[in-house]
């Protein structure tokens, strides 16, 4: 069983930069998608950025693009989330997913397209 490790994250000032990574512990295929969600404080877990494992393809939160990028290593198995001109409403915990197939029966953007999931790291933006 893959899993997912989160690593970076922790407090900046609004304006500022910060980057979360997340390490697979074993090998995607070429149909997998790794994505991040954030779960801010009462509110529900929602949809940041998707990558697509073999070509790098993107798709972002309408609240994030232009200000966030997802890339990836696939000789290291990771996948990074670049976030700047960070917002205090940006304040949440990220989580790493990935989906090591994609059947087409949920949008890339649902939370039930992902079969495994990281233990999340906490960002706080602060004014």
């Known amino acids: 069983q893959v899993q997912l490790v989160e690593s970076g994250g922790g407090l900046v000032q609004a304006g500022g930069s910060l980057s979360v990574s997340c390490a697979a512990s074993?090998?995607?295929?070429?149909?997998?998608?790794m994505a991040w969600f954030r779960q801010a404080p009462g509110k529900e877990r929602e949809f940041v950025a998707t990558?697509?494992?073999?070509?790098?393809?993107?798709d972002y939160a309408d609240s994030v693009k232009g200000r966030f990028t997802i890339s990836r290593d696939n000789a290291k198995n990771t996948v990074y989330l670049q976030m700047n001109s960070l917002k205090s409403e940006d304040t949440a915990v990220y989580y790493c997913?990935?989906?090591?197939?994609?059947?087409?029966?949920?949008?890339?953007?649902?939370?039930?397209?992902?079969?495994?999931w990281g233990q999340g790291t906490q960002v706080t933006v602060f004014s």
């Open positions: 990558i697509r494992w073999i070509d790098g393809n993107p």
């Open positions: 997913a990935a989906s090591t197939f994609h059947s087409g029966v949920y949008s890339l953007r649902s939370q039930l397209a992902y079969q495994l």
């Open positions: 074993g090998r995607l295929g070429s149909s997998a998608h």
